[in-house]
């Protein structure tokens, strides 16, 4: 089955700094989602992006869907954006969601 | 309205003991999916489900497992016999065909004490 990797696996930043999250995966893929897990557990979905740059707010996401990766960035974090940063990719052969291992963000106040 | 709803929110049982967990999602999905996530790792796979049977499962989804949508608007997962193993966040998701998103339920949270 196709592989997800994340990377940095943790992530600590100063309240106001910039990040980069990346995800790699190994094969085709006919979806990738990041998602945000909040203290409650919730799974919220940020960006559906097989391909391309989306932004929201202070959020963007960019996927090179031929070069298989994907990156979300973070600018001016603030405290609130604490919490595991997840990709997911869904497989072009079988329809299935593949998660990564996540990114654990901290950013202190 | 949510694109998928999951009850119970927190379900305790007792070893041994069988649960149900539910999702509705809306009409329009073809595509459904159980996910576990044991706390403080990673989101993992169980299984999907088209066309009213099971598409692919995982390793995890052994014979204890089973799935059913048997009206047509509740899709379910059954775990026959708990084992303090099980204890979880299960999440529920449906989708479309292709390239559409899936959308995630908020999660049942599982303890087998």
């Known amino acids: 089955g196709i592989q997800v990797e994340q990377s940095p696996p943790d992530l600590i930043l100063q309240e106001g700094a910039n990040s980069t999250l990346r995800c790699n995966f190994s094969?085709?893929?006919?979806?990738l989602q990041w998602f945000h897990q909040n203290p409650w557990g919730q799974l919220i979905n940020l960006f559906y992006i097989p391909s391309g740059t989306k932004q929201n707010g202070r959020l963007s996401a960019t996927t090179v869907a031929t070069e298989r990766y994907s990156l979300l960035y973070i600018s001016s974090s603030q405290t609130t954006d604490s919490g595991v940063y997840f990709c997911a990719v869904l497989e072009w052969l079988n329809n299935d969601m593949r998660f990564g291992a996540g990114t654990r963000l901290t950013v202190k106040p | 309205e949510p694109e998928v709803t999951q009850t119970p929110s927190h379900q305790v049982t007792q070893m041994g003991q069988e649960v149900i967990l539910r999702c509705v999602p809306i009409s329009n999905h073809l595509y459904f999916y159980w996910y576990r996530q044991i706390l403080g790792q990673k989101v993992e796979f169980l299984v999907s489900?088209?066309?009213?049977?099971?598409?692919?499962k995982s390793e995890i989804f052994d014979d204890q497992f089973s799935v059913e949508r048997p009206d047509g608007s509740n899709f379910t997962l059954k775990i026959r016999s708990t084992k303090l193993e099980d204890s979880a966040m299960y999440f529920c998701?449906?989708?479309?065909?292709?390239?559409?998103?899936?959308?995630f339920g908020n999660g049942t949270r599982l303890t087998v004490t």
């Open positions: 998701a449906a989708g479309g065909q292709g390239f559409s998103p899936l959308h």
């Open positions: 094969d085709s893929v006919n979806n």
């Open positions: 489900f088209y066309n009213n049977e099971i598409s692919e």
